[in-house]
């Protein structure tokens, strides 16, 4: 069975509008994904997060529509009472890496994908760029 890994805001991002230099790695990941041979996981927050900003760069009709179809594509996990709790509390500077960080520990996923991997310190999973991911998978 494939291992899950949970994908950050910032990489969904990169593919959604293109954004160079991270789409290639982004773009690459979310083929593994659509294929079926690695599991992609976000919290409800990456939700809220993408129509905000897309709405702005679309239309909010567009904006559902594009998350519609990344919907079929990944696992949507919860932020509950607990998680927001052990956010709040675990010392991190950006609250939302907090939230999407308990979120992925909560549920057992060994890997988290950003692109922000210095706002994650001394992490007890591991937190990686998509590149960086892309090239462990390759050589394992």
Known sequence: MKR???????????????????????????????RGEQKACVSALTFANLFYILRKELSAPKAVDVLKKLRQLV???????????????????????????????????ACLITRNTKDYRKPV???????????RRASS
């Open 4 to 34: 899950a890994v949970f994908v950050d805001t910032d990489i969904i991002l990169d593919l959604l509008t293109r954004r160079e230099p991270f789409y290639p790695a982004a773009a690459q990941l979310f083929s593994l994904v659509e």
């Open 75 to 109: 696992t949507v996990l919860p932020v509950d009472d607990r998680i927001v709790a052990l956010a709040l509390d675990g010392g991190f500077t950006d609250f939302e890496d907090a939230l999407q960080y308990q979120t992925a520990l909560s549920k057992g996923i």
């Open 125 to 135: 999973i591991t937190v990686c760029t998509a590149e960086e991911f892309l090239a």
